[in-house]
């Protein structure tokens, strides 16, 4: 820190010229009022709600679930599976990032009629203004989701917290003592939050044609071009209501879960609702992605590699940008092809995964084999997780698993795995990390897939109606879930499935298909709490010695029943006087 100082001593002096250096310059704060008449230092204030958001890369906090382990004694998400997980050390932790863009996006909420947003088109500016107010209500929705998510939970007297609600922005002469509302009244907050979204934004930002595209609040006030420039394809991937109802559908489900119920008062009809007024829009199961199993992979490259100016894969609602890059690969490559091993699936996840004939390997009619484990298996087991024996990389390298091996083998050195397995899933295997021909490749972080929706549409609709109810739609969860096996190629007739009869056993059966379609994309840790499900299962791995697979105990968790529900920050419980989550 010492030399950066230096550094910049050094440039003040070189480029100071005969001005004394030490002598007061001239202020360059901005204030409020600059926004008025600078309409890009007020869009600002909606980009850094965007900047914001907890979705610019992979959390892998599957590592603090029995999912998978990590070989990294500093990873956090390994720390706190393991016992240190408190209001001081929440690596979960939503409060300050989350307010401080509700903080900005409330400036902009209440500023955004006094700013000029355009000085041309007579009804431009109008336009420009709703769009960044849409935008910023439905950024507000979303950050209340993610500080519900990980901070609502239930007081000591018995009742269902939320954060406190804001949403007028904040100053010096403020009240910071600002008690937590109901978790009812946090949802309908969002509610209105993004039912607002929805009314000021179009549905896709997409350049039309003719003035009868123009839409009927706009029509006869602008023309083609002018529409295009605030609304139009330039402005893809930001917050639009095709995305808006994405979020409500992601809130609806949290909000309906048994951790939640009891004091959101949101129902499974609702939720099985929200998903489809997505889902509907793309024509339900029949829009759903051939690829939207693998859409990451190598496999795909040539999609992935064609992703550009906005545009969107058929599997993806919302996505980050597209970049070049090998950073997963290094962190998950296994050793012998020059990775790190990092994360690395547990024996919990493997079992999870049933045969191609779509039974349960516990199932005597699955026909599984203990001493060929990985055979005949659903072929996602072999997309997302390296296995002994799997062949991995640019050059299809087989990896050893077993002890004694390679450094590959489990707990060899130090990036070996730790379970007899490492992460496939989300890497692109055309990545070479050899010194000697290193490259990158082209990737991206999904924000919302619609593999996600379809899942929660499942969910929701078996709770709401059971295995083949639809509601008011023209989809029920069983076929849902029938088209994600099919997809995922398990062997048809699904058997399985057609004979799943009850809620209850139908309830069982989504919940593991969530599990695996949705594994390393930082769900499993969230879904087992709002299920209410155990969350102290031990993290398992194998053991292999000849034909011999032997079950391990790799990682014990160490969470308690409080731990359902995270805790608010402990120093702004102190600052601010808030009411802790029971437990914490």
Not at 150 to 159: E, F, I, L, P, T
Not at 336 to 364: C, E, H, K, W
Request: aromatic residues 10%.
């Amino acid at each position: 820190m010492k030399r950066e100082l230096i550094y910049i001593i050094a440039a003040l002096v070189i480029f100071s010229g005969c001005r004394k250096i030490l002598s007061p310059a001239d202020e360059n704060n901005r204030g409020l009022s600059d926004i008025y008449n600078n309409a890009p230092f007020a869009e600002g204030l909606v980009l850094n709600g965007y900047v914001r958001l907890p979705l610019g890369s992979y959390s892998m906090n599957d590592v603090a679930t029995d999912d998978a382990v990590s070989n990294d004694p500093n990873n956090a998400y390994r720390q706190m599976a393991t016992g240190k997980w408190s209001s001081i050390n929440n690596p979960m932790d939503q409060y300050t990032g989350g307010f401080a863009a509700i903080q900005y996006l409330n400036i902009l909420l209440a500023q955004a009629n006094k700013v000029v947003w355009a000085t041309t088109g007579q009804y431009t500016n109008e336009m420009f203004r709703d769009r960044m107010m849409g935008e910023a209500y439905g950024l507000r929705g979303l950050f209340m989701y993610y500080l519900l998510q990980a901070h609502g939970g239930w007081s000591a007297d018995g009742k269902l917290l939320g954060v406190p609600i804001l949403t007028v922005a904040q100053d010096g002469s403020s009240d910071f003592k600002i008690p937590r509302n109901s978790y009812s009244d946090c949802i309908k907050q969002i509610y209105r939050d993004l039912d607002s979204a929805e009314l000021l934004l179009p549905l896709d930002f997409e350049n039309i044609a003719q003035p009868t595209d123009i839409p009927a609040k706009y029509a006869g006030k602008t023309t083609v071009a002018d529409y295009n420039r605030v609304f139009g394809a330039y402005d893809r991937e930001r917050m639009t209501a095709r995305i808006v109802k994405g979020v409500r559908a992601k809130v609806s489900l949290l909000a309906a879960s048994p951790a939640f119920s009891q004091g959101s008062s949101v129902t499974w009809d609702k939720a099985a609702d929200d998903a489809a007024s997505v889902l509907d829009l793309i024509g339900g199961i029949s829009g759903m992605a051939a690829n939207g199993d693998y859409w990451y992979s190598s496999k795909n490259a040539s999609e992935i590699n064609g992703v550009s100016s906005g545009v969107n894969p058929r599997e993806i609602l919302w996505r980050g940008n597209v970049g070049d890059g090998n950073n997963l690969e290094k962190d998950n490559y296994p050793p012998t092809l020059f990775g790190n091993g990092r994360v690395n699936p547990s024996q919990n996840l493997v079992d999870a995964f049933p045969m191609a004939n779509g039974y349960p390997i516990t199932d005597p009619s699955s026909g599984y084999d203990p001493s060929h484990p990985y055979t005949n298996r659903d072929p996602r087991l072999a997309l997302y997780v390296v296995t002994n024996g799997s062949k991995v990389g640019p050059s299809g390298t087989t990896i050893l698993t077993q002890p004694g091996s390679t450094n590959d083998g489990l707990n060899a050195i130090s990036t070996s795995t730790r379970t007899g397995f490492y992460l496939r899933k989300l890497l692109r295997e055309d990545v070479n990390l050899n010194p000697a021909n290193q490259n990158t490749q082209r990737h991206y972080v999904p924000y919302i897939r619609y593999t996600e929706l379809f899942l929660a549409y499942a969910e929701a609709a078996n709770e709401a109606w059971g295995p083949d109810g639809t509601g008011s739609h023209a989809y029920s969860a069983r076929q849902v879930i029938a088209a994600l096996r099919k997809r995922a190629g398990i062997a048809q007739p699904d058997n399985y499935l057609a004979a799943v009869s009850s809620k209850d056993d139908m309830r069982v059966l989504i919940h593991n298909e969530r599990r695996l379609e949705l594994c390393f994309e930082g769900f499993r840790f969230w879904d087992l709490r709002r299920w209410k499900e155990s969350i102290s299962q031990t993290a398992t791995g194998v053991v292999i010695n000849g034909g011999s697979y032997t079950p391990s105990q790799v990682e014990p968790r160490q969470y308690f029943d409080f731990m359902y529900y995270g805790p608010m920050p402990y120093n702004d419980v102190l600052k601010e006087n808030l009411v802790q989550n029971k437990g914490w």
